[in-house]
């Protein structure tokens, strides 16, 4: 695993791990910050850094 996919994984676990505390901790749970840090879970694990798509479509454009 090179260290910029580390470093991106190691974000992910962190944003699950506030959605988790978030879900556990807050009645009502706030639901869209919750999805929020889910998403961005997701993105963070396949390494692609936030402006990725913008970067891709700007050299396909």
């Given at each position: 695993m090179t260290?910029?996919?580390?470093?991106?994984?190691?974000?992910?676990?962190?944003?699950?791990g506030?959605a988790?505390?978030?879900?556990?901790?807050y009645?009502?749970?706030p639901?869209?910050?919750?999805?929020y840090h889910?998403?961005?879970?997701?993105e963070?694990?396949?390494?692609?850094?936030?402006?990725?798509?913008i970067k891709?479509?700007?050299r396909?454009?």
């Open positions: 260290q910029e996919i580390k470093e991106w994984y190691d974000r992910a676990v962190v944003d699950l506030v988790k505390h978030l879900k556990k901790t009645y009502p749970s639901t869209e910050i919750i999805c889910c998403q961005q879970a997701a963070k694990a396949y390494g692609n850094p936030p402006d990725f798509s891709y479509m700007q396909t454009g």
